[in-house]
């Protein structure tokens, strides 16, 4: 099977290259962005399974939601943070493994 395509958005680079480089090393085919037009483009061109975006006045979630709630499969994960990158490896991970269907609810990690 597939590892997952996941799409990061953060406005901190720092954080987005360090959770990117996290999640490749765990398999997961990773891109990242900066902003929300770029984040929409990718979603309108590509197929992503996941969403990743860290809750941020900058960034507008609701934008990204209405997006994917047009793809029946990508799944929204809005955090407070992305320095955690084991415990979101380990969330994604999970999912993956459970092969559930897409999360309609924000979660925090």
């Given at each position: 099977?597939?590892?997952?395509?996941?799409?990061?958005?953060?406005?901190?680079?720092?954080?987005?290259?360090?959770?990117?480089?996290?999640?490749?090393?765990?398999?997961?085919r990773?891109?990242?962005?900066w902003?929300?037009?770029?984040?929409?483009?990718?979603l309108?061109?590509?197929?992503?399974?996941?969403?990743?975006?860290?809750?941020?006045?900058?960034?507008?979630?609701?934008?990204i939601?209405?997006?994917c709630?047009?793809?029946?499969?990508?799944?929204?994960?809005?955090l407070d943070?992305?320095?955690?990158?084991?415990?979101?490896?380990?969330?994604l991970?999970?999912?993956?493994?459970?092969?559930?269907?897409?999360?309609?609810?924000?979660?925090?990690?």
């Amino acid at each position: 099977m597939k590892s997952p395509r996941v799409l990061a958005l953060d406005c901190d680079s720092d954080a987005l290259i360090a959770l990117e480089h996290a999640l490749e090393n765990a398999g997961f085919r990773t891109t990242t962005t900066w902003h929300v037009s770029e984040a929409i483009a990718l979603l309108n061109d590509g197929c992503f399974e996941v969403v990743l975006l860290r809750r941020h006045p900058q960034i507008d979630a609701d934008a990204i939601y209405r997006k994917c709630a047009q793809k029946a499969s990508c799944a929204v994960l809005a955090l407070d943070s992305f320095y955690d990158h084991e415990n979101i490896v380990q969330l994604l991970s999970q999912q993956q493994a459970r092969r559930r269907r897409p999360i309609p609810e924000p979660l925090s990690a």
